[in-house]
């Protein structure tokens, strides 16, 4: 395994660093993994043990199931009072002292951002932007949540309010996706935390890295750990921590 010395010697030869996370870096902030079940109860007629966590978050079950769908994300997906952690503050660090272009991240939990990062690439879109299906009125955060009745609706035409985040089902937001490969393109340095880089996007986008450093962080070993010039298995915040600038 490399060292926190090695890291700190990249991070000071790269003029272009970015970042590009998955949902690891959240789980470390008590954000759980929505593809497991536990803590969540049947209310509302819902029984969830009929369905698989992917069709939850489907744009099928939006459409179809509606009540099923914000059952599952009301109980899964409210990230009211969950706080940025050290990985998050890290990078909002430095990317204010120009050591970071940007984050790209698979996250929909907004945490970057509350750390105080500026450039941030929601390849899968964010759980605290929300909009009317029907008129696209923009309804702000906590609109899912503090709704009354099983489904949110537009007070000015009546359709159904969704989350502005990719369901299963559904393209990538383009212009999010783009930034995120111009930011890769341009980056000399690719520092990749808290995820499995088993499934694309994430897989892709990696693969789509030029650049000479490339650096990976993640509990568990990733294929993509051969092509890496230093690999951390271990906490991403503990790693990140390391960086002295
Ligand atoms: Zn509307």
Excluded at 96 to 108: E, M, P, R, S
Excluded at 147 to 166: L, Q, S
């Amino acid at each position: 395994m490399s060292t926190y010395e090695e890291l700190n010697k990249v991070i000071r030869d790269s003029k272009h660093i970015v970042f590009f996370g998955g949902a690891g870096v959240s789980t470390e902030s008590g954000i759980p993994d929505f593809r497991s079940k536990d803590g969540l109860y049947n209310n509302r007629d819902v029984q969830f043990e009929r369905y698989t966590p992917e069709y939850l978050l489907s744009i099928d079950c939006l459409d179809y199931e509606p009540k099923v769908f914000y059952e599952f994300y009301r109980q899964k997906l409210n990230v009211e009072g969950i706080e940025p952690n050290a990985a998050h503050k890290k990078l909002a660090e430095m990317e204010k002292a120009g050591k970071l272009d940007g984050v790209i991240t698979q996250n929909i939990d907004g945490l970057h951002q509350k750390a105080g990062s500026v450039n941030v690439q929601e390849v899968h879109g964010s759980t605290l932007r929300n909009y009317c299906k029907r008129c696209h009125k923009k309804y702000p955060a906590d609109a899912i949540f503090t709704a009354e009745g099983d489904i949110p609706k537009c007070h000015i035409c009546g359709g159904v309010i969704r989350p502005d985040v990719t369901l299963y089902g559904e393209s990538l937001p383009t212009e999010a996706w783009r930034n995120a490969i111009k930011l890769v393109h341009g980056a000399d340095c690719l520092i990749v935390g808290g995820t499995s880089l088993v499934v694309n996007p994430a897989a892709s986008l990696a693969m789509d890295f030029r650049g000479e450093h490339l650096v990976i962080i993640n509990r568990d070993p990733t294929p993509a750990d051969r092509m890496a010039e230093l690999v951390f298995h271990e906490s991403i915040s503990k790693v990140l921590s390391q960086i002295e600038l």
